[in-house]
């Protein structure tokens, strides 16, 4: 079971950046997939970003193109959300997740496949 333990967040205003980390801990060889969700209050948690271990492939939510990137050191199983030109509607606990495709997903990763989840890490934008 992998342990996941999120860093980074805080407050700041419009327009600033934050850098979320994520380390990672406690792998198994299914876990090829890792990804970065978050949750509004009074909203569900949506999908924000994620990439394929295996592939390194990167995909976005349409809300967060351009503007956040994924990476992952795997040498040193840390997980990276780097956030620039944040808005308010940014506001959100952001967690980091593990997904455990099949062999045919293992590239695309679908977020369905993702089960493992971090406790959180609060980011607050003002306008």
């Known amino acids: 079971q992998a342990q996941l333990v999120e860093s980074g967040g805080g407050s700041v205003q419009a327009g600033g950046s934050l850098r979320l980390s994520c380390a990672a801990s406690?792998?198994?060889?299914?876990?090829?997939?890792m990804g970065w969700f978050r949750q509004a209050p009074g909203k569900e948690r949506e999908w924000v970003a994620r990439?394929?271990?295996?592939?390194?492939?990167?995909f976005y939510a349409d809300s967060v193109k351009g503007r956040f990137t994924i990476s992952l050191d795997n040498t040193k199983s840390v997980l990276y959300l780097q956030m620039n030109s944040l808005k308010a509607d940014d506001t959100a606990m952001y967690y980091c997740?593990?997904?455990?495709?099949?062999?045919?997903?293992?590239?695309?990763?679908?977020?369905?496949?993702?089960?493992?989840w971090g406790q959180g890490t609060q980011v607050t934008v003002s306008s």
């Open positions: 990439i394929s271990r295996l592939y390194g492939d990167t």
């Open positions: 997740a593990v997904g455990r495709p099949s062999d045919s997903w293992r590239r695309s990763c679908p977020i369905d496949y993702f089960n493992s």
């Open positions: 406690g792998f198994d060889a299914s876990a090829f997939c």
